[in-house]
């Protein structure tokens, strides 16, 4: 049975110059009236979290932790918004969190771009961020203070490990289905995978975008299909591609798991069902259920307590045979 784990960085792995550090570019949270920081005593912790839509397995199990932990039985008040992957509607809801005068902000930004002007507003207006689920390029200074979510390179390289493990040596040729373009997942993922399969045989001869939907996967394989008649492999970036996909396959008259063989990314049910079903060969677990650590971040931060920059969460992969036994308990 094959699993992997990525081991969560936490502060009893920091080093005491990073916890230094960590602490020094913290942002401290904003003093509310009279010197206390936001959130005292009795009062809810008002949040704005923008989500990046609902594209997904993955997404809807991310909503569903965020909106089941930010609660107001924990203390939160929280305003949610869907952005149907859109950055400027992500861009507009921070904006009205920003004039609304909300505690924190939270996002999963869509792309990794573009984010600075609102990072600045929302630093002028003295309410710290924290990202959830992808990363962001900014110039801007403590933009944000922490970042919790996976290492998308990580897995990657555990997709591309195991399809060099599995096929090095047979000459197969691989076609990948990226992710939303310019999103970090897509970005990483990409190249953690292309590291793994460096030296090896394995050649990826078509990539493209199926933006992370099923519906995406599936038309972009279609055109593979179209265009290559010695496909071996597909490299999806997300289950839901991967679900696309094997629709396609099975429309072409092959055997998905079989003729071609699957790879992905997330292990959402549906995914570890075809999985556990043969359809797909190997899956690397993308944990969607940061609603918890996401509390704590809020909760330190408006204590005006030091946070941990970077929260790895932990993520596992599967064979067909660890699917097999791990389905019964799966939580998404
Ligand atoms: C990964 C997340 C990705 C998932 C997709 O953390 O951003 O976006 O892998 C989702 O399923 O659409």
Request: hydrophobic letters at 40%.
């Amino acid at each position: 049975m094959a699993r992997h784990s990525i081991a969560r960085t936490g502060l009893a792995a920091l080093s005491a110059a990073a916890l230094l550090t960590l602490t020094a570019c913290s942002s401290e949270p904003p003093a509310a009236e009279g010197g206390e920081a936001a959130g005292g005593g009795d009062e809810l912790i008002s949040v704005g979290f923008s989500q990046v839509g609902a594209e997904s397995g993955w997404r809807a199990a991310n909503t569903k932790s965020i909106q089941d932990t930010i609660t107001e039985e924990n203390g939160f008040e929280l305003s949610f918004s869907d952005a149907q992957q859109k950055q400027e509607n992500q861009i507009s809801a921070l904006r009205n969190y920003i004039a609304q005068g909300v505690d924190v902000l939270a996002f999963s930004p869509v792309v990794e771009t573009g984010w600075d002007a609102v990072l600045e507003e929302a630093k002028a207006a003295n309410i710290p961020v924290v990202l959830t689920d992808r990363a962001v390029e900014t110039e801007v200074e403590d933009a944000y203070v922490s970042f919790i979510g996976s290492d998308f390179v990580k897995e990657g390289e555990m997709a591309g490990e195991w399809a060099a493990e599995e096929y090095d040596g047979e000459g197969y040729k691989v076609v990948e289905l990226q992710g939303t373009t310019g999103s970090a997942p897509a970005i990483d993922r990409k190249e953690g995978f292309a590291s793994a399969i460096e030296g090896t045989d394995l050649e990826i001869i078509d990539s493209q975008t199926g933006d992370f939907t099923r519906d995406g996967g599936k038309k972009v394989m279609e055109g593979f299909l179209t265009a290559h008649d010695d496909i071996d492999v597909v490299f999806a970036h997300n289950d839901d591609m991967g679900l696309g996909a094997i629709e396609a396959i099975e429309a072409a008259g092959k055997t998905p798991g079989e003729d071609i063989k699957i790879i992905t990314i997330d292990a959402v049910k549906d995914g570890m069902q075809a999985l556990a079903d043969g359809k797909i060969n190997y899956i690397v677990e993308c944990n969607p259920l940061l609603g918890p650590d996401l509390a704590e971040v809020i909760k330190a931060t408006v204590a005006g307590e030091p946070v941990e920059e970077r929260i790895v969460v932990k993520d596992e992969a599967f064979d067909q045979e660890a699917a097999v036994a791990a389905l019964p308990d799966r939580q998404y």
